[in-house]
């Protein structure tokens, strides 16, 4: 995406970081017209949410009119002409003068009239969600790439921010639950957490001269709510299964807070899937000392400030410990770690125990056995 005008790209961010509120979706939705409508400048702008068929448009959400002018347009449309270009063809399409393609449709009465046009599709994960349009560039005769760019950037942070308030809802239903809501409220922390972080690096590049450098975060901050969703299926996963009154994941979750203080920062935990209801009992109880151990060597020996624990279930549980420190020397030489202990775990379930130095400074700790 290469958008030259930095106060169209500040408006973007702005925009951006609404969508990752957790907010209503009809407020969601809203939003992102009339965004869409304010940075790439047109006087109207809509959006069109697809039927389950994917045929027709079953929504139309507008700005630009007001409660009247909607009024006398009467009915809304359904996705002939034009408008149901982008319905069989998702991609971009970029109009000079609409009244002039000879897909159109006719106006109904007391509509007013519109020339440029310009429409991209909105997508949630795979499968194609709505299409944003935008009629009439105010200034211009019609929109530009960097009007297209700026599009897409927005079709695209929201099909994210749709996706994960899908999920967020999924996750109050299932919440109400008591017997369940220990994990609702573990994934809720989480997911504000790393929405709040995502928030504060789009705020922060804001401020960043080089438009290059903002384009590569608002990159990095869609790949980090991806990740949060991926997150947030798991844990649903978990919600329909008969999870553990006091399973691993819990476990791992108090255990982090409770060395968060020694560590002086709060480490990232992410899990990746059903942690509670395969792990047996014994395996957990060693995955909680071997998180315990692996903490607190980076935060005492290595002097990190940075730490991430991943434990990923599948036919073998995978725990990896990374943090941002000082390193550690190869061959091992230091006594007193407790790596051999860490090592002993790992080899009495048949499994294995690596550490490597990272690339970018720090290590990277791999604790893996099979289930």
Known sequence: MRVNDAKKMQRLMAAMLMMSADIELEDLLRHVVSEAKAVVGARYAALGVLNETRTAL?????????ADEEALVGNRPTGRGI????????????????????????????????????GVPVRVKDDIYGNLYLTDK??????????????????????????????????????????????ARD?????????????????????????????????????????????IRSAIFELGENALPDGLRRAVLRLVEELSGMLGAQPEVRFEGVVDNVVPQSTGDHIVAVVREGLTNA?????????????RVSDRVVLEILDNGIGIALPLTRPG???????????????SFEIHPRRDGGTRLIWSVPL
């Not at 149901?84 to 006719?106: C, E, M, N, S, V």
């Not at 504000?192 to 590569?216: C, E, H, K, S, T």
């Not at 051999?340 to 499994?351: P, S, T």
């Open 337 to 351: 770690l407790g790596l051999a202990n860490l090592r002993d775990r790992a080899q009495k379930l048949g499994g």
């Open 299 to 311: 935060g005492k020996y290595a002097h990190a400030t940075r730490y991430e624990v991943i434990l």
């Open 83 to 118: 408008l149901g270009l982008l319905i069989t063809d998702a991609a971009p399409l970029r109009l000079a003068d609409l009244t002039k393609h000879p897909g159109r449709y006719a106006f109904p009465e007391n509509h007013p009239p519109m020339t440029s046009f310009l």
């Open 138 to 183: 105010e200034g211009a005769t019609e929109f530009t790439d960097e009007d297209e760019a700026l599009a897409e950037g927005l079709a695209l942070a929201a099909g994210v921010a749709i996706e994960s308030n899908r999920l967020h809802e999924r996750v109050r239903i299932m919440s109400m639950l008591d017997d369940r809501d220990r994990i």
């Open 58 to 66: 079953e929504q139309f959400i507008t700005a630009g009119l007001g």
């Open 187 to 231: 994934l809720h922390d989480r997911v504000i957490q790393r929405v709040y972080a995502v928030g504060m690096n789009l705020q922060g590049a804001i401020r960043l001269p080089d438009l290059d450098q903002v384009v590569a975060r608002v990159s990095r901050a869609i790949d980090e709510l991806d990740t949060t969703i991926t997150d």
